[in-house]
């Protein structure tokens, strides 16, 4: 068979060697596939500020361009992180709109450690207002712990914390492809906004990695709704939608963790 450096991108069985910045640029590809291989009609949106650990990923991401256009994933480098934050929300809004054209809008927002700092006003909104059912977003930062690239030290659970967001930890190249498609599927179950902490050692680093279309298997649980569900909906009404992140989308994000024994 035939190998290619497109491979790192496009092989949907076997292993592939590949770096975490190119793991995470391979991410919203593989999302896409499984939408497709689920019977949905989906599009994908990356916005974000490139800053070390996460350096290269834009330029990755303009290098596989013509893969990202064919799979109707579009790729917009925000001015800064707050504008990148600001266009996720409207992304998680269009399945509500009247005259949409596809089932959900997937979407990932990247930035730095201190650039989730500076984006938090619109990301602390953004988890109130609440995703999509079948779109979801995932809040991508690369945490500097030992200030190897960075004015000073730096990590970012506190952050989300704060801000009632869920968030995973990619401790290896193979969880950055795992733990995006369970973030993502965790943000679509629960309503809520999903963050994936990513250290400089995991996405500086390369390694073999299996991939396969089905992996990993996600399961859907048992879970009580409200009236209205769990995403946004407009109007939006601060105090209920406080209430409902409170009392049932993070017991959501905990059912949905423990259906997948997301520790």
């Known amino acids: 068979m035939q190998t290619t450096l497109e491979d790192t991108f496009t092989l949907n069985h076997g292993r592939v060697f590949m770096s975490g910045t190119q793991a995470l640029a391979r991410l919203p590809l593989q999302q896409r596939l499984r939408d497709i291989q689920a019977g949905l009609n989906t599009n994908g949106f990356i916005s974000g500020y490139r800053g070390s650990p996460i350096a ?27 504008l990148a934050a600001t266009a996720i929300i409207g992304t998680q809004q ?19 450690g201190p650039g989730l700092d500076r984006a938090g006003d619109a990301l602390k909104h953004a988890n109130s207002m609440g995703s999509s059912p079948h779109g979801g977003a995932l809040i991508v930062v690369g945490d500097d712990h030992n200030a190897i690239s960075s004015a000073m030290a730096h990590q970012s659970e506190q952050l989300f914390a704060s801000w009632m967001m869920p968030v ?16 993502w599927a965790m943000s679509r179950f629960s309503g809520c906004y ?69 520790d």
Request: proline share 6%; glycine share 6%.
């Open 94 to 112: 269009v399945a509500a709109q009247p005259d949409v054209s596809c089932d959900g809008v997937f979407s990932l927002w990247y930035g730095k």
């Open 168 to 183: 995973l930890h990619a401790s290896c190249i193979a969880e950055i492809l795992d733990f995006g498609l369970l973030g």
């Open 56 to 82: 290269g990923y834009d330029m990755i991401l303009g290098r596989i361009k013509h893969l990202l256009d064919a799979q109707q994933i579009t790729f917009v480098p925000a001015i800064n992180e707050e």
């Open 194 to 262: 999903v963050g994936l902490k990513i250290e400089s050692e995991t996405i500086e680093s390369a390694s073999s990695v299996h991939v396969d279309s089905d992996s990993p298997k996600i399961v859907q649980p048992e879970f009580d709704l409200p009236p209205g569900g769990l995403h946004y909906r407009w109007p939006y009404r601060q105090l209920e939608a406080e209430a409902r992140l409170q009392n049932f989308k993070l017991p959501a994000a905990l059912a949905f963790a423990a259906a997948n024994t997301v």
